[in-house]
């Protein structure tokens, strides 16, 4: 090689410092690329993509093939950049070639190169895979014994080089990623998404109407009574029960006694042949599991049973579906009737409001896994029944009370802005 001439010797190590570039770019690139992407890529028909899959699906052996043509070419290219040395100056410019050469590598092969595969991996990693493919059948001898002697020594400190992980997100992963969608995905979706990934978090306790609110038919009522709560219903399905709802008969879907309401002719025992059995749900079952049972068993309703068999409450499939789709109105807080602005831009909030609602109507973060309703937090704050005219702040946010009836908070008045508390200055 010392016998040609200067102007080949040059450019053969401009070749190998490209040829170190390629490998630099090439490695930054595979290792940047988002696989799942690359996996949606790869599933529609891009051959590129496919080839880049399989180059990953054993990394070590793509790195392996990588180095080794990086670091002969490097060597290489230290080699000739010391004969040229040689050649043009002799041996006292030996340290100074090494030196430039060092800089032109550092930045024409190694910074400049991966920083424009880490910003564009894709035009990179694509159109590397196909002679890296190539180069690893060539070399797949050579690779395969490097590969060895280093996954032997991983073994050793206890890390199997095969388990290339499965690359699934976790849920926080998850939440991340829709959250940083951005305009790919409208605002609207991205919240109905972490609302799906939130059914984990909530039971059918968060939901679910408690037993003192249920609407339902006493069937021992007058039966004058009995047809004008069916004719004036706002619910499709009721429950049926004898003097208490712990004694359900199960439930009525009123659409079955329309034509025999209309004419006149449903009687007391027509109305209970009519009736569904009741559906339970165990208390504690998380709302995602619910949906997926209310899905299998066909049911839109079902009564929140306790340990002992009691009734709780009462949850509809609309009420697991509002959780993930928010209200079925353009502004929750306006239109709630647990919740009612007022003039000066607080709100007056029903006790029995749930915190779930209160936290998706005025977008606050109050806890959810301690009491259900906001009566329950003002109890839990004051430990005691509090006087109307009582103020108390829960979580930062100004809470009066503005009625109270018998044990419980009936109404109470909130403001949707949280109130800084200072901090008790320290005595000196």
């Known amino acids: 090689m010392s016998d040609l001439p200067l102007g080949t010797l040059f450019g053969i190590l401009a070749l190998l410092i490209v040829l170190s570039a390629f490998f630099s770019s090439s490695e930054t690139a595979l290792m940047s690329l988002n696989r799942y992407r690359l996996r949606h890529l790869a599933r529609t028909g ?22 080794l043509g990086n670091n002969f070419v490097n ?69 395969w014994a490097v590969n060895a002697v280093a ?15 499965t690359g699934s997100l976790s849920q926080e992963e998850l939440r991340t990623v829709v959250n940083e969608a951005g305009s790919l995905i409208p605002r609207r979706h991205q919240k109905m998404l972490l609302n799906i990934l939130d059914l984990e978090k909530a039971t059918v306790e968060d939901i679910m109407v408690p037993r003192n609110e249920i609407m339902g038919i006493d069937i ?46 449903l009687d ?5 042949d009519l009736v569904e059995a009741p559906y339970f749900i165990p208390e504690g079952t998380q709302l995602h599991t619910q949906l997926v049972n209310f ?20 949850v509809a499939l609309e009420d697991i579906l509002e959780e993930i789709v928010g209200e079925f109105t353009t502004d929750p807080a306006a ?44 109890l839990e704050h004051l430990q005691s029944i509090p006087e109307p005219g009582t103020s108390l702040l829960i979580n930062g946010f100004p809470v009066t009370i503005v009625q109270t009836q018998e044990n419980r908070v009936k109404t109470a008045e909130i403001q ?13």
């Open 335 to 378: 239109h709630s009737r647990y919740l009612r602005p007022l003039e000066s831009g607080g709100y007056l909030a029903q006790g029995n409001i749930s915190v779930r609602e209160l936290n998706r109507a005025l977008d606050w973060e109050l806890p959810t896994n301690g009491p259900k309703t906001l009566n329950g937090l003002i």
């Open 416 to 428: 949707p802005h949280r109130v800084r508390q200072r901090k008790p200055r320290q005595q000196e």
């Open 220 to 265: 021992t009522d007058d039966w004058e009574d009995i047809v004008a709560q069916l004719n004036n219903s706002q619910h499709t399905r009721l429950p049926v029960f004898r003097q208490s709802i712990d004694d359900i008969h199960g439930i009525l879907h009123l659409r079955r006694l329309v034509a025999d309401l209309t004419e006149r002719r």
């Open 75 to 143: 060597i290489l290219a230290a080699s000739l950049a010391t004969i040229i040395a040689l050649r043009l100056y002799g041996e006292g410019a030996i340290g100074a070639a090494s030196l430039l050469l060092t800089l032109v590598i550092l930045i024409f092969a190694e910074v400049a190169p991966k920083t424009l595969a880490a910003l564009h991996p894709e035009r990179i990693a694509f159109p590397a895979s196909w002679p890296l493919t190539l180069l690893l059948r060539v070399l797949y001898p050579l690779v």
């Open 151 to 165: 996954n032997g020594l991983l073994r050793l400190v206890g890390v199997d080089p095969r388990n290339t992980g």
């Open 268 to 272: 007391r025992q027509q109305l209970l």
């Open 46 to 67: 891009w051959r590129s993509a496919r080839v880049a899959t399989r180059l990953l699906e054993r990394p070590d052996r793509v790195l392996g093939v990588i180095l």
């Open 295 to 314: 899905q299998r068993q066909r049911r839109r309703i079902g009564m929140v049973v306790d340990e002992y068999g009691d009734i709780m409450g009462l």
